[in-house]
């Protein structure tokens, strides 16, 4: 009975010690990702906390493409040439299309820091990941998953979450085709394509993206953004409101879809 | 004769500068053609290759055989061959070099050589003709300590070793040996554990011998040899060359935990080899004095065991290709061995993106409504859902290369960027002008950011 005890009080003791230390909730983060609107960075804190987990849902293939810019797009505006992983699974480049360097080129990004890690399934994909945000030195690790991801469950998110946490890489996990979940992640964000500023001979303008805070650890959520890509500055900026589109409050009632999971 | 003098001569004379490097490389290149023939082949630089057939010719049915053999391959090359074959190395050498005329037997042909194949100095050659001594015959005739009296020492050695009273040995080209580490037991090994411990001491034996050549390895490869006579490999890669026993290990334990059929000793392994195939410089460093590489080290790791556990073609990097057709102007390589990044074509400031976040490859078929016939789309049907179009520009025009094939490499494409009503932006073409193919069917090729 004594020689089972033991362990066991051993075992008790580091759950203790772990849950001293903290989860993901108690510490606040030391730097940030930032995305150059001063506004938006001020709204969650200084912008996107390294060493964390953030979500960005899209409803389908079509808004994929722009939640992955914008992680993608904060992940490289660092400067330097530590290198960005992203994780995907073979499929990925038959729904989505596949990962194209000159297009990220014409965005301002240096592509030459991208590492593309392709896994057969969701699995692996997951078991990656979980080597890729405890290995230091990435600029950030992007995750892209389409629809749900049953085994991304609160535990293998936490473990996610505790590994981002004690190396400092930075978790963007891509949840396209899918319904927000409840979560560890820091910041949970819902993206859309926004109409762009149109250029000359009704040309269609510079990238530009609908933003909804569905869910954050500081504070309170729900607040939209559109903003816009200046790839000239490297930054954020807001967007210019055509005369077509209605000009949003900066903090509107909780989206119904933001409800649900935050 | 001077080059302004040929050209006079022959109009379109083509010239090409001499760069010794190269010829050098070439040569050496066809000596390790030559080791086909016989395990000991020396370069005679700059234009000669010396190999000793003693013992080989048999598997060639005799020395004309094995002539003819190399003949052959060489034409085929492009070279132009004089072969000769002699009792010594430099007698062989000699006779490919100077005879002119034919003769019965070696040892006369030899006689029959100019003094010009002593290759002595220019000086000590026309003192040898001047005293009417022409050929080697002439030469061989006199005592040898007159002749070393008047022409040298060395005239009177490099006759002796033409003739073959003095040894000329050989210089072969050898092939560097690989680094690999053995292990024999008596009794053979069948637990698994003990199988990687001693994988271990391999792996730092090899690093040791790595270090003492200043190399890295890129490549380790461990064969397992059971008892019953069946052999396994196992390898890994490395991204960089490495001297890091750690490293492989968790590559190694990486690699054998991802076998489908796992590693089994049966009635034990009585020997275990580690060979390192593939070595690259490695100078030794100091990461952390060195400036902060150490976190550059950290993900090259990781992208050494993602590639080791998902395969080396599932872990890439993109470089740029010369092409202005979007699906080729990208390319992915493996990133264990992609070439250093090369600059990507620089974007306009000021201007939106022109090309894609995302690239169908293939581009998928879309049904369009355009108001004239090879005017810009008005709305198009993609994956069941209509797209009506607010904003387009184009078309962007990317001709066929019709330099590579001889159909004049297909059809032009009209690429337009077009954004929906509800602001998602599309890479849409038309492939095919009204002229080229009367129903130019459209496509759509990505999707921007």
């Known amino acids: 009975m004594r020689d089972s005890s033991q362990p066991l009080a051993g075992l008790r003791q580091r759950i203790a010690r772990l849950a001293a230390s903290g989860g993901p909730a108690t510490q606040s983060a030391q730097s940030w990702l930032a995305t150059g609107h001063d506004a938006f960075d001020a709204a969650i804190g200084g912008g996107l906390a390294i060493g964390r987990t953030h979500e960005f ?73 979980n080597d890729a945000v405890r290995c230091a030195g990435s600029a950030a690790v992007i995750v892209e998953s389409w629809g749900k991801f049953p085994l991304l469950d609160l535990t293998a998110g936490r473990r996610l979450a505790l590994g981002a946490r004690d190396t400092g890489t930075t978790l963007l996990m891509l949840r396209l085709n899918a319904v927000p979940t409840p979560s560890v992640a820091e910041t949970r964000w819902h993206v859309v394509a926004a109409p762009s500023r149109e250029l000359e001979a009704n040309a269609p303008g510079a990238p530009a993206f609908d933003l909804e805070l569905l869910r954050w650890r500081g504070g309170p959520a729900g607040t939209r953004w559109r903003l816009d890509w200046d790839k000239d500055e490297q930054a954020f900026r807001d967007a210019a409101l055509s005369g077509a589109v209605l000009p949003l409050a900066a903090r509107r009632t909780v989206h119904p879809l933001g409800a649900a999971a935050a | ?33 030559c080791a086909r023939y016989t395990p000991l082949v020396a370069l005679d630089a700059p234009d000669g290759l010396i190999l000793d057939i003693t013992g080989c010719t048999h598997l060639f049915e005799g020395e004309a055989g094995l002539i003819d053999d190399i003949d052959r391959r060489l034409t085929r090359l492009g070279m132009t061959l004089r072969h000769a074959l002699g009792p010594t190395a430099d007698a062989a050498r000699a006779l490919a070099r100077y005879q002119t005329r034919p003769a019965p037997d070696e040892a006369s042909a030899i006689r029959r050589l100019p003094v010009a194949a002593l290759e002595l100095e220019a000086e000590a050659t026309t ?53 690999a580490t053995e292990r024999r037991f008596a009794q053979p090994v069948a637990s698994m554990p003990h199988a990687t411990r001693i994988l271990a001491e391999l792996v730092s034996e090899a690093i040791i011998a790595l270090a003492e050549r200043g190399k890295g390895g890129r490549d380790f490869r461990a064969t397992f040899f059971r008892s019953d006579g069946l052999a396994r490999s196992i390898a890994v890669e490395t991204g960089h060359p490495t001297r890091d026993a750690g490293l492989v290990m968790r590559l190694f334990a990486e690699r054998m935990d991802g076998l489908r059929d796992p590693l089994d000793p049966g009635f034990g392994f009585d020997m275990m080899r580690l060979a390192v195939p593939r070595l690259e410089a490695l100078a030794t460093s100091q990461l952390k004095l060195e400036g902060g590489a150490v976190k550059d080290a950290a993900t090259d790791e990781l992208a050494d065991r993602l590639a080791t556990r998902l395969g080396r073609g599932r872990v890439r990097k993109l470089r740029p290709a010369d092409t202005h057709i979007p699906e080729q102007a990208q390319l992915e390589l493996p990133a264990i061995d992609a070439p250093p990044p090369t600059p990507w074509p620089a974007p306009e400031p000021g201007e939106p993106p022109l090309r894609p976040f995302y690239l169908f490859d293939p581009p998928q078929v879309i049904e369009v409504i355009a108001e004239v016939p090879d005017g810009p789309p008005h709305r198009f049907r993609w994956r069941r859902a209509t797209h009506a179009i ?49 129903d130019p069917r459209w496509y759509i090729h990505g999707l921007f950011a």
């Open chain 1, 57 to 129: 849902f899209a409803a389908d293939a079509l808004d994929g493409a722009s939640a992955a810019a914008f992680a993608a797009l904060v992940a490289l505006r660092t400067p330097g040439k530590a290198p960005l992983l992203w994780l995907r699974t073979v499929d990925a480049g038959r729904r989505t299309g596949h990962i194209y360097a000159p297009g990220i080129a014409e965005l301002g990004g240096d592509p030459d820091r991208l590492l593309l890690v392709e896994t057969v399934d969701s699995k692996m994909l997951l078991a990656c990941a």
């Open chain 2, 1 to 33: 004769m001077p080059l302004a003098d040929a050209r006079a001569q022959v109009p379109g004379l083509a010239i090409v500068p001499h760069d010794p490097v190269l010829d050098h490389g070439w040569l050496d290149r066809l000596a390790q053609g």
């Open chain 2, 127 to 179: 003192a040898l003709v001047r005293a009417g001594l022409k050929t080697i015959g002439d030469l061989a005739a006199r005592p040898m300590a007159n002749i070393a009296a008047r022409f040298g020492a060395d005239a009177a050695m490099a006759l002796r070793r033409l003739l073959g009273d003095a040894p000329s040995p050989l210089d072969p080209r050898v092939a560097p040996l690989p680094v």
């Open chain 2, 390 to 438: 607010r904003r387009y520009e184009g078309p962007e025009r990317i001709a066929a290369e019709w330099w590579r094939r001889r159909d004049n490499g297909g059809l032009t494409r009209d690429y337009y960027r077009v954004e929906d009503e509800r602001g998602r932006r599309y890479w849409l073409f038309r492939h095919g002008l009204y002229d080229e193919k009367p």
